[in-house]
């Protein structure tokens, strides 16, 4: 099994910054996605960014393009979501979820690992 655990999530003005990491533990992730999700309330959970464990490619929502960067930290077992240019949109419950990506089409990846998610509100 792999394990998740998601930190960061707060409380920021529109327009300000927050980091979200999420720390993987239980096996290795060669050939593993981690994926970051997120859901507002009466809404339905949406995609937000991805990253190759392997090779450290990155995918991006449209929504989100520009403002948020997703990146590895092998050595740490960690993936982190820098998001800036926040907007009161964005607030929700943020997931990270692992899954197989063993071709170049990130709508293959299926994501079996989930964390508990971590709350990201966003005033206006």
């Known amino acids: 099994q792999v394990q998740l655990v998601e930190s960061g999530g707060g409380l920021v003005q529109a327009g300000g910054s927050l980091r979200l990491s999420c720390a993987a533990s239980g096996r290795t992730f060669s050939s593993y996605a981690i994926g970051w999700f997120r859901q507002a309330p009466g809404k339905e959970r949406e995609f937000v960014a991805a990253?190759?464990?392997?090779?450290?490619?990155?995918y991006y929502a449209d929504s989100v393009k520009g403002r948020f960067t997703i990146s590895r930290d092998n050595a740490k077992n960690t993936v982190n979501l820098q998001m800036n240019s926040l907007k009161p949109e964005d607030t929700a419950v943020y997931y990270c979820?692992?899954?197989?990506?063993?071709?170049?089409?990130?709508?293959?990846?299926?994501?079996?690992?989930w964390g508990q998610g971590t709350q990201v509100t966003v005033s206006s």
């Open positions: 979820a692992a899954g197989l990506k063993l071709t170049s089409n990130w709508n293959n990846v299926r994501y079996v690992y």
């Open positions: 990253v190759s464990w392997s090779t450290g490619n990155t």
